[in-house]
């Protein structure tokens, strides 16, 4: 299931000055505590999709304080099993976002404006070309991925855990040929 | 006597304001950002100690009115006793619909300031940036993003306030527009922000560990990457930045412009003083 979450709302709801802007780190955190509140509220296996769509300029410091330090502790389990991605984004808040998410070696899902699905910060090359895969395909197994890409079956598993260890692919159990197996799905 | 009053004749400045109550300003021809805004801050830092200054106002009705336009005068009498030799007032002037400033002296002391200051520079962007130094979409947020980020520095590190102005000119010797911004504040400068995370030697080795290496005070990931983004940024668009600290100015000097990379020994000011031109593409 995938909860939008307004970031202009949130912004006019809490800083209350009538900016459209996602500056300053104060500002960053206040709105990171917002969102942290309701996200530990969310069913587990929800998808969180931070809106961007309302808002203008997005600063470095901000984009820290709420982008890379929410992925961050996403992946330190601190929300559960839950996924965050982000919405409605311009080339320059995408710009800014990555540059954040860089420094501290985070990878995050984003949809842009154009609705074009893109990876946003750093991920390394095999894992990129495995998520483009599972993109392109909707649904993948190791099994699938193993014939796709010619790799052992382990090599496969290990690519697919890692995503799914980055929240960068939902992962789910399906029950193929009468055995059990994890398939994976982009956001 | 002081001509002109900027980042080049500051150290002037604060040496003609260390050893006399009245600061002489009467043959100023010239004054940008860098020069009001330091004449507010010096004006502060000397009333908080108990010596107040007077201002001796220039004569030119050509930098009264500009001095007018960048509401300069709405904050020096907080700081100064003023004298003036001029009988215009400030109500005299008339403010032309068209003005060359992106932002008036605007006081810097909490994060909705910077959301204001952002939302102002944005109204403005195109009439200036976009018109006047060719800036398309991506230079834009590149130069909000930077000056949002360089105020945040005085909330962030100085433990004070500060101000900033913007305002574009023409540069008569190069034929180009530039803009220049100012930043400054009282607070406890970079040696005083980095002294306890670095043993450091001085306010020169303070300001390069923190524009050039992406130092910071606070030692969690993803700090300290204001600045160094700051720098990138006006080297990318051919600017000049220089950042004053204590006794200390670096400066980041592109080739169509002038002066010393590295400044010891000036005078004491407390704070930080940061200036960044850039010019049209």
Known sequence: MTISYNLYSILKSRIGNGSTDLVTRQSGGVIRGIIESDLIKEQEGSIVALDFSGIGIVDYSCADEIVAKLVSRLLSGEYGDKYIMLTGLNENQRENIEVALERKDLAVMAEMRDNNKTLLGNLNNYLRETLQLIIN??????????????????????????????RLVIRRDETRSGGKVWAYEPL | ML????????????????????????????????????????????????????????????????????????HCKQYFSV???????????????????????????????????????????????????????????GFIVSLSEVCQNIIEHSENTGFVGIQKYHFQKYKKNVVKIAVMDLGIGFSGSLSDRVSLVGDLEAIEMALLKGVSRHSDEGRGHGLAAVRKFVHNWNGKMSIRSGTAKLSIIPSWSWGKSREPDLTRFPGAQINIMLPEV
């Open chain 1, 137 to 166: 395909n909707g649904k993948i197994t190791a099994k699938d991925l193993s014939e796709a890409m010619g790799l052992e079956s382990n090599t496969s598993g290990t690519r697919l855990l890692n995503l799914h260890k980055k």
């Open chain 2, 3 to 74: 001509t002109s009053l900027s980042d080049e004749t500051f150290e002037q400045f604060l040496l003609q304001a260390s050893v006399h109550t009245s600061i002489d300003l009467r043959n100023i021809s010239f004054i940008d950002p860098f020069g009001m805004v330091g004449i507010l801050e010096t004006g502060r830092y000397y009333k908080s100690i108990n010596a107040d200054r007077t201002l001796l106002l220039p004569t030119s009705e050509h930098v009264l009115k500009y001095l007018e336009r960048m509401d300069f005068f709405k």
């Open chain 2, 83 to 141: 004298q003036s030799s001029s009988t215009a007032t400030s109500d005299m002037y008339f403010r032309k619909k068209y003005s060359d400033v992106l932002l008036e002296i605007t006081p810097i002391e909490k994060s909705e300031d910077i959301h204001y200051i952002v939302s102002k520079v944005k109204q403005r962007a195109h009439n200036i940036l976009s018109k006047h130094l060719h800036y398309d979409d991506s230079a834009i947020n």
